[in-house]
């Protein structure tokens, strides 16, 4: 007999459903906190990322797969690069890129795409969120120096052995990689790669400056503040010589940055308290004046489209997973908070592995880590497990992993989890041993 899989998984669709409908306690208030918990989660990710983080990331990830080539990337980045080169660029990216776990993915889609290498670009998707420098500080001054040394240097090792690791897991898959493109890498750049620099690297600081973070300390000074209190001025001026670097490196006309400019500075002078008014008018702007060229300028447009169909509904769909299981800091979802904090306490492996764990499938956005260890800390959790939760919380979360199976498939995924948890676990435990 022989088996018709279509229709047995309609059944099994029909049943699941059914399922649902009869035991969910939907009169449970646990169960309807952990729903409400979901898009309150929703609504932090949409307010504080998705606008300043994830949409500019998804322009620099378009940008990648047509402006820069195959061959370039596979040059420096491709798995028959120099490791030394590759690896060392892949590590430290972090360093420059304040991002979370998911505003990473759209880059980190990218370069894979255009061609890296597996353990560069798994080096680059895990150091992006690990070890930017602003997260790294508030670590050394909210939880000690230790700790904050303990994670640049946890992060870095990470990033270099699991993009290792995983290069010699998959060598024969990536092998096959390299041969299928090597005959589509196609010609070099031809612009100068000086050029190529100046565009993205204006990109990169608009997306540094845009997500720059309010000062958490009243004595705080210097360059800090003073970028947090003119970010606003800064980013525009940033986007205008990216107009500008369009007009003259692109073809892009200057009649249209001038008027994209126009129309940026006049929704400043009308909402001067509302400066995302202003940000979204430029993104408009943009976008609708790429929709009226041609040639690699309409291609950008269509390849963040592109990029935003895959990554979006996969990050809002694991958010809202994330917050319905564990719910943001400070509110009950339909895990009980006290389960984590019993669990973490201590040093043993088991409550290492679990830090990891819990690490690895909560979200947490850009800096929020810090302060919610202080008060895990402060319920008793041990510095092993913080240390453990910190290597692999910020790399990892529910809605990255829905994204990263997507560009790399279940087996792949699968395996950089699993180093992530492995790795973080007996790190965190050495930790706890040594500076118990």
């Given at each position: 007999m022989k088996i018709n899989w279509k229709e047995l998984k309609i059944f099994g669709i029909m049943l699941a459903i059914f399922l649902a409908a009869y035991y969910i306690p939907f009169e449970s208030s646990r169960f309807k906190g952990g729903v409400l918990e979901a898009f309150y989660m929703l609504q932090d990710y949409a307010r504080l990322h998705v606008l300043l983080c994830l949409v500019p990331a998804l322009f620099i990830a378009g940008a990648v797969s047509v402006f820069i080539s195959s061959a370039s990337v596979m040059k420096y980045l491709g798995p028959a690069a120099k490791k030394a080169v590759a690896y060392a660029v892949a590590s430290v990216s972090g360093a420059i890129l304040a991002v979370c776990?998911?505003?990473?993915l759209p880059l980190f889609s990218g370069i894979y795409k255009r061609g890296a290498g597996l353990g560069p670009a798994i080096a680059f998707l895990y150091s992006g969120p690990a070890i930017n420098i602003l997260a790294i500080v508030m670590t050394a001054r909210i939880l000690g120096l230790q700790m904050g040394i303990a994670r640049a240097v946890g992060a870095v090792v990470f990033s270099v052995i699991i993009g290792l690791i995983m290069h010699v897991w998959f060598r024969k898959e990536e092998s096959e990689r390299q041969k299928q493109a090597a005959g589509f890498e196609g010609a070099e750049d031809s612009r100068p790669i000086w050029q190529t620099i100046i565009y993205f690297g204006l990109m990169i600081l608009?997306?540094?400056?845009?997500n720059w973070a309010k000062p958490n300390s009243a004595t705080a000074a210097g360059f800090v503040v003073w970028a947090y209190s003119f970010k606003w001025i800064i980013s525009a001026i940033l986007a205008f010589f990216l107009g500008l670097s369009l007009h003259l490196f692109y073809g892009f006309k200057m009649w249209k940055v001038l008027i994209s400019t126009y129309a940026v500075v006049l929704a400043g002078f009308l909402f001067p308290t509302q400066p995302l008014i202003a940000f979204v008018t430029s993104i408009v702007a943009l976008s609708?004046?790429?929709?009226?060229?041609?040639?690699?300028?309409?291609d950008w447009l269509g390849s963040t489209w592109d990029f935003a169909k895959l990554i979006i509904p996969l990050l809002f769909l694991g958010v809202m997973i994330a917050g319905a299981l564990l719910g943001r800091p400070g509110?009950?979802?339909w895990l009980p908070s006290r389960w984590i904090e019993v669990a973490v306490g201590g040093n043993s492996l088991g409550a290492n592995f679990?830090?990891?764990?819990?690490?690895?499938?909560?979200?947490?956005?850009?800096?929020t880590e810090v302060p919610i260890?202080?008060?895990?800390?402060?319920?008793?959790?041990?510095?092993?497990?913080?240390l453990a939760l910190l290597l692999s919380g910020p790399a990892l979360s529910l809605p990255s992993m829905l994204v990263i199976n997507t560009v790399l498939g279940l087996k792949k995924t699968a395996a950089f989890i699993f180093l992530v948890v492995i790795m973080s676990t007996f790190t965190g435990y050495i930790f706890g041993v040594v500076f118990a």
């Open positions: 776990s998911c505003t990473i608009i997306l540094i400056f845009l609708l004046f790429l929709a009226f060229e041609k040639g690699e300028l309409k509110h009950e979802a679990f830090a990891s764990i819990t690490g690895a499938f909560m979200y947490f956005a850009t800096l260890l202080q008060g895990l800390l402060g319920s008793g959790m041990g510095k092993g497990p913080a």
